[in-house]
């Protein structure tokens, strides 16, 4: 397994918090971190079965059928058709991603996103599409379930990711790593993990490169 051994220094710790993170050793989920899946799950419940009562406050668990009221097949449909980029939905960035992940890649060469989305192809599309980064630069690692994450990030050296799913952070500091929180309806249970609750303050977090 990779080093992970922390790449700063004391003086740059943050009091009270999360030390300042090496952006090499930084990466990141995809859905609900970077890009606003849900309300795009939303947006298709909408318009494709006439479904406007349900809120981004409502989806207070991962699994869709505990916390809404929803016929089950319009749950999968709904969900096989943003996976798959379909039906000609947008879906957008998270609010500040595409700034702060800009000033990122010129303090690092290579952005690592990890998802747990079966192909990569169509989310790495989006990313090479919506981000101000270099094609080059983004490096998009499909898992195909949850528990794979911790291995892809042993392989490439990274010590911290953001997640939006809780019980994969849980999954992540049992095998070693820093996981941050992205705070979202769905993770409101107690954690001891650091949380953020948007790209100004991940934006924070990081060390940036003099003068970026």
Known sequence: MADRTPPYAAPEDRPGGIR??????????????VANTM?????????????NHIRLEDITSYK????LDLDPEVITAAIHCLLQGDGGYDLNPMPGSRRVLARMARSTPRMLFVTARPDREVIQSWLR????VPHTAIEVVA????????????????????????ETCFLLAAAGFEPI?????WNRQPHPFHEVGGWEEIEALIRFSPGV
């Open 64 to 67: 869709l059928e505990d916390c």
């Open 129 to 132: 599409d919506r981000l101000d």
């Open 143 to 166: 898992t195909g379930g949850f528990e794979s994450k911790a291995d892809a990030l042993a392989e490439a050296g990274m010590q911290y990711f953001v997640e939006d799913r809780l």
């Open 181 to 185: 929180v992205y705070r979202q309806p």
């Open 20 to 33: 300042r993170i090496d952006p090499s050793r930084l990466a990141f989920d995809i859905d609900g971190v």
């Open 39 to 51: 309300q795009l799950f939303l947006d298709i419940v909408r318009d494709r079965y006439g479904i």
